[in-house]
């Protein structure tokens, strides 16, 4: 936002200071303005409903348009309009818009004001009929087999299980544990068990699995609730399971991408399977009673294991990425910058291959498989896991499930989702 002084005022100013000695400052002149959506999540039935508007303190004219440009999450554009402004000095002005004829989808828009003094752009997006959106991509024949066989080779490994008490990092009433254990490939991975001090021997414990973004190292996480145990997750290459693999952040997800049965996700995913194997190792936690939690990277994860490992019951996967990974190429930049170089570097690979690999390892694919109660949430600005790829992942699950969505957020989630968590896994789990 960008204020100028005019020439008079500044004029006035100096003169003054010349005859009086006193420094006298002019008041900033400026633009201010305020796009209001006609819709709580921006998601609309037909007709996308807006009203900008502009308030100025200038004492001169603010003279020239308000424009809107619609696009596809892929840039393509889809509608325009503009309006001719002419806002009088200090005064205001509002300005309605509405943007038809969209078939069913997410779209992006920028609400752009170019006047006298002041030019900026405000972005937004908007869903319509989301309800409808699918995916133009099936999952592989195979794509059962090839998690059954992944799974079938987990199974072969000796889990040898292994748990430190760590009494230093004990508080808020919380015994606070490293766990070990070896997963797909003989890896050994890590991560930290919290569980509520208790008198009472024969408690059970609830269990939450959180799960980690991208390159996120977990450690103990203590939460409040005295019914919960906490086991977060350091899946291979992440955190504190960088024995084997430690990489660069953009190096990871290009890791073994060539052979489907290589890939660094296929071992993450397992890694994720595994710590189910401890939970149900452990007397004192609920074998019925277990939630897999993240977002982003560990909202990917979250899917993904609870579709593959049905012992999960209650899923909680917020801006999920690697959604519809066929289309998701052409809205986002990353992964597929890090992964374009990659397949630069080896000769005889090609980007097609890559994306029937990254077929195997697309959440909406596992989406379409589960069965356990599943929270979504969605950033409508996400620019790593965009509204499409979440709706299409969303609607395909089959089992019962509630969308949050967060009209003004990119990738992130804001505290209702949260709340609602805890509410529903509380109600799921009969936590009363």
């Known amino acids: 936002m960008m204020a100028k002084f005019t020439n008079k005022i500044l004029v006035m100013a100096i003169a003054l200071v010349m005859l009086t000695g006193v420094h006298v400052f002019a008041q900033e002149e400026t633009v201010t303005t305020e796009l209001t959506t006609h819709s709580s999540d921006a998601i609309f039935s037909s007709t996308a409903s807006y009203t900008f508007s502009v308030q100025s303190t200038y004492n001169t004219p603010q003279v020239g348009s308000v424009k809107y440009v619609v696009t596809t999450e892929a840039g393509k554009k889809m509608k325009s309009d503009s309006v001719h402004v002419n806002i009088g000095p200090r005064s205001s002005a509002s300005y309605s818009f509405d943007i038809s004829g969209l078939q069913s989808g997410f779209y992006k828009v920028n609400?752009?004001?170019?006047?006298?003094?002041?030019?900026?752009?405000?972005?937004?997006?908007?869903?319509?009929?989301?309800?409808?959106?699918?995916?133009?991509?099936?999952?592989?024949?195979?794509?059962?087999?090839?998690?059954?066989?992944?799974?079938?080779?987990?199974?072969?490994?000796?889990?040898?299980?292994?748990?430190?008490?760590?009494?230093?990092?004990?508080?808020?009433?919380?015994?606070?544990?490293?766990?070990?254990?070896?997963?797909?490939?003989?890896?050994?991975?890590?991560?930290?068990?919290?569980?509520?001090?208790?008198?009472?021997?024969?408690?059970?414990?609830?269990?939450?699995?959180?799960?980690?973004?991208?390159?996120?190292?977990?450690?103990?996480?203590?939460?409040?609730?005295?019914?919960?145990?906490?086991?977060?997750?350091n899946i291979r290459g992440q955190g504190n399971s960088r024995d084997v693999i430690n990489v660069r952040k953009e190096t990871y997800i290009t890791l073994g991408i060539e052979d489907k049965n290589k890939y660094v996700l296929r071992g993450a995913i397992m890694d994720c399977v595994r710590a189910v194997d401890f939970i149900y190792t452990r007397p004192e936690l609920r074998h019925d009673n277990i939630i897999a939690v993240g977002g982003s990277l560990g909202g990917f994860l979250a899917i993904a294991t609870s579709s593959v490992d049905k012992r999960i019951n209650f899923c909680s996967a917020a801006n999920p990425i690697l959604s519809d990974v066929r289309d998701l190429q052409y809205e986002v930049d990353w992964p597929f910058i890090d992964i374009k170089k990659y397949v630069n570097t080896r000769p005889g690979l090609t980007y097609e291959h890559v994306l029937n690999n990254l077929d195997y390892f697309d959440s909406k694919n596992f989406a379409s498989t589960l069965q356990c109660r599943t929270l979504v949430g969605m950033g409508m600005l996400d620019n790593i896991a965009p509204p499409n790829t979440v709706q299409i992942l969303y609607n395909g699950i089959p089992a019962d499930k509630h969308l949050i969505i967060f009209r003004d957020l990119a990738h992130e989630i804001g505290k209702k989702y949260v709340v609602y968590e805890g509410r529903w896994m509380r109600d799921t789990f009969a936590l009363f």
Not at 139 to 167: C, G, H, I, Q, R
């Open 111 to 233: 609400f752009m004001i170019n006047v006298s003094d002041y030019d900026d752009t405000t972005r937004r997006a908007f869903g319509i009929r989301p309800h409808e959106v699918r995916s133009q991509h099936a999952k592989p024949s195979d794509f059962e087999k090839f998690w059954n066989n992944t799974k079938a080779e987990l199974a072969k490994v000796d889990p040898e299980f292994t748990v430190t008490e760590m009494p230093d990092s004990s508080k808020d009433n919380r015994n606070v544990y490293l766990v070990e254990m070896k997963s797909l490939g003989g890896m050994t991975i890590r991560g930290w068990l919290t569980e509520p001090k208790t008198t009472n021997k024969k408690k059970k414990f609830a269990v939450m699995l959180a799960l980690p973004g991208y390159q996120v190292n977990l450690m103990p996480l203590y939460g409040v609730d005295p019914d919960i145990a906490i086991l977060s997750l």
